[in-house]
């Protein structure tokens, strides 16, 4: 059975109307915005419509679409998430090539495969990064970065700031210090991740201890690693070519995982 195409829409005249896809096109993302919807339902969907919301604001400054354009948009994609299934939909704000002005556009698009389990490698060339703070604009750089991991044997490439772990080229990376979990502080140059914040709040829930500090890998040495978003959830970290070596405690990221999936909720 072939694997459904993603389909594009673009934002006019306050709907969604169908479009050809962008292949071939020059097209600069200037934020985007994903998650994954099960049977209808997804995690953080609000969450990730303030991120959205906010990269859109930071990228047009006072050329932002009205706030209730911005929540008709949002409200309309959330719409269109199939009722039964696996999808991963992506919503932007992008500016092609000769065109006057961004446009709001939304690929609905099928779920790749998901994993429990991941290998990292540490990028060690030039952070390629521009607005680190805003996801979207990075994003081709990004999966170039994670490209060449998989190269290399790996899944996932690790970004380092004056050699210290700041996030992966798309997952947050979070880790154990015995019972409390450990996060890079918010204010390095990151994008904020909704399944971290996800954690987080479960974490406040359970009543488990959150703290944040600046790691280089050596540091992680025989720790329990996860790299999370909103694709995958939580993956625990396997190996680390020429990194650290993970350790895990039995049951605890099967438990975390479980309680993370039942944060879903419908679309609409």
Do not use: C
């Not at 540490?122 to 805003?134: F, L, Q, V, Y």
């Not at 947050?172 to 019972?179: S, Y």
């Not at 996060?183 to 488990?208: C, D, H, K, Q, Y």
């Amino acid at each position: 059975m072939s694997t459904p195409a993603a389909r594009m829409f673009h934002w006019r005249g306050g709907e969604l109307v169908p479009t050809i896809t962008d292949e071939g096109e020059a097209v600069r993302l200037l934020a985007a915005d994903s998650w994954l919807t099960v049977d209808g339902s997804t995690r953080g969907l609000e969450l990730h419509r303030q991120r959205f919301t906010a990269a859109v604001e930071a990228q047009l400054g006072t050329r932002t679409p009205p706030a209730r354009e911005l929540e008709s948009f949002w409200h309309a994609v959330a719409a269109m998430v199939p009722a039964e299934g696996r999808a991963f939909p992506r919503v932007e704000l992008a500016l092609a090539d000769g065109s006057g002005a961004p446009q709001l556009r939304a690929r609905m698009r099928p779920a790749p495969p998901t994993r429990t389990s991941i290998a990292l490698m540490t990028h060690t060339g030039e952070d390629p990064r521009t607005r680190p703070e805003i996801k979207g604009p990075d994003l081709g750089a990004m999966l170039d970065l994670r490209g060449a991991a998989e190269a290399a044997g790996a899944d996932e490439a690790v970004l380092l700031v004056d050699g210290q772990v700041v996030e992966g080229a798309t997952t947050a990376l979070l880790w154990w210090n015995g019972d409390t979990l450990v996060t890079v502080p918010n204010w390095m140059p990151r994008v904020s991740s909704v399944t971290e914040l996800s954690i987080r709040a479960l974490a406040t829930a359970f009543g488990t201890e959150v703290v944040e500090y600046l790691a280089r890998p050596e540091e992680l040495d025989h720790k329990e690693i996860w790299a999370v978003n909103a694709l995958h959830g939580i993956r625990i970290v396997t190996s680390w070519i020429d990194g650290p070596i993970p350790a895990a405690e039995p049951g605890r990221h099967d438990r975390w995982r479980r309680s993370l999936d039942a944060l879903r909720r419908p679309a609409t």
